[in-house]
DNA sequence: TCTTGATATGTTATAATATAACCCTTTATC
DNA sequence: GATAAAGGGTTATATTATAACATATCAAGA
């Protein structure tokens, strides 16, 4: 887990090491990681990129567990809430949390070419936000940060 | 035109401005400033705030001018590739630009009390999606940044 | 344990957003 | 005027998301 960023890196693990924080998240926060909850979470870790609610569904149904579209929005909208996944406005999809922290406010980096996603922190307040948000008066309460681009590994395969 | 924010400022004048521009810009880039594309730029200058596609088609219908989706959606395509309007991720809607420079990336700050819509500047490759993608070697070439709040306003009438 | 209220899931139907594809018209250029 | 390029009209359909209601499961207290 943590700042895997665009590095080819060892995904065993990575799956393993997320339920088991998703399971101590949501035991602190009293509510229940329920079998769909948990199905769902570890499609996205498994899958590690951003995925559309409805191809959530197909891998449901591929793996024996046919369901309806509440069924996914609900999962994702639980995982969302609670920090364990996070929804990439630009591309109308959903993608493991992969920052340690908790109450954390991301910025995604999503590469045009391999649809790849990096997750970095971010500083709720500072930076550019902020400046605007203090210059129009302005009480920020969330965030959206996703830059569009090229990550290195596609640059470096077509320059 | 320019930096309105959410202080109530004086509308008049602001289309006729906005359109003045878009005629200026559109000139330069050798683009057709055509009825349609004028006329969903004057309803979105009009309305001064983030509109869905099908409330611009709502609009145009109730002006006389019924047409079916794909002629909202090219329009309004049109403007946000000419940096005459904006698309905002959150809302999945759009908005006309209120800043005055070409070639910019802005930043918005969307009340979620009132939805009035702020833009800011942003300075490309600052701050920390700058840094992010630095870090990370990422090649930024768009950017998302929405801040959702509260606005002066809507804090002033109900703190 | 039995009731009971709260939370979660199953299901149907539909809303909201967006685009593909085709044909015709208008515009710019030769 | 012929021709190519760009834009608009239209139909149909794809994609994304939610409302509403019935049923099931869970957590506690009586
Ligand atoms: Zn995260
Ligand atoms: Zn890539
Ligand atoms: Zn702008
Ligand atoms: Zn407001």
């Known amino acids: 887990m943590g700042e895997a960023g665009f590095a080819t890196h060892d995904h065993s693990g990575c799956i393993e090491a997320g339920l088991a924080r ?3 998240i949501c035991t602190a926060a009293g509510v229940r990681l329920t079998p769909i909850r948990r199905r769902v979470l570890e499609i996205l870790l498994a899958e590690h990129r951003a995925m559309g609610a409805y191809e959530v569904l197909d891998r449901l149904a591929r793996e024996g567990h046919p369901a309806q579209p509440p069924v996914a929005y609900r999962a994702l909208d ?3 809430r609670h ?3 996070h929804r990439i406005e630009r591309l109308n999809a959903f ?3 992969s920052h340690s922290g908790r109450d954390h406010a991301p910025v995604f980096l999503i590469c045009r070419a391999c ?3 990096a997750e970095a922190g971010w ?3 500072g930076g550019q936000i902020g400046a605007a948000a203090r210059a129009h008066g302005f009480r920020v309460e969330a965030v959206v ?3 569009l681009g090229t990550c290195p590994n596609c640059r470096a395969a077509a320059p």
Chains 1, 2 share one sequence.
Request: charged fraction near 10%.
């Open 22 to 24: 998703a399971g101590r």
């Open 78 to 80: 639980f995982l969302v």
């Open 83 to 85: 920090g364990l996944a």
């Open 95 to 97: 993608i493991a949390c």
């Open 115 to 117: 649809g790849a996603v």
């Open 123 to 125: 500083q709720p307040g």
């Open 145 to 147: 940060a996703e830059a």
